[in-house]
């Protein structure tokens, strides 16, 4: 799995609002494909199953019951440009201010690679969250909606299918 999607799966604060993104004229060219949408309902059948007597779980279904959902769409394709520049700008231009602020953008123009960390502030409180993870074969966008603190979203590593980080 690339180390895109899995900052996309593990990163930062939820959102409120949704934003939109279609990517699904992408999905024919691509060989590989992650569609994730996890609903509030979704989330909270899951949490059901998890036991509030263990400390970590308990952490766990405290988080998910502040969200709304997660929405993942990540694409690996066999050659280079197979998506374009407008393809992110699609979603760029949803991400403006005053609401969205880019917290952090990372670029190497050797490997084509860039991330982008975008949050959603509401009322002085972080309320959202969208990642744009893109290289020259592939392509991640995260949308996490909910109410959340970034400290607590680790907490979801090892559940939900979402891959656990070993602390240092």
């Not at 899995?6 to 004229?25: E, I, R, T, W």
């Not at 019951?65 to 440009?81: H, M, N, T, V, W």
């Not at 520049?85 to 670029?107: H, S, T, V, Y």
Request: hydrophobic fraction near 45%; glycine fraction near 6%.
């Amino acid at each position: 799995m690339k180390p895109a999607f899995l900052a996309c799966a593990l990163a930062g604060v939820l959102f409120a609002q949704q934003f939109k993104f279609n990517l699904d004229h992408l999905a024919p060219k691509a060989s590989e494909k992650v569609d994730l949408s996890l609903t509030a309902n979704l989330l909270q059948l899951a949490a059901n199953f998890l036991d509030t007597n263990d400390a970590d779980e308990a952490k766990v279904k405290k988080l998910v019951a502040g969200l709304q959902g997660i929405y993942i769409k990540s694409f690996e394709f066999k050659k280079e440009g197979q998506y374009t520049k407008a393809d992110l700008d699609q979603i760029r231009n949803q991400l403006k201010a005053p609401e969205w602020q880019r917290m952090m953008g990372f670029e190497s123009s050797e490997d084509r690679e860039s991330v982008e960390i975008w949050v959603r502030n509401e009322n002085n409180k972080m309320t959202g969250l969208a990642i744009l993870a893109s290289e020259a074969t592939s392509l991640t966008v995260a949308n996490i909606v909910g109410s959340i603190e970034l400290s607590d979203l680790s907490e979801l590593g090892g559940h939900f299918g979402i891959p656990k980080l070993k602390k240092k």
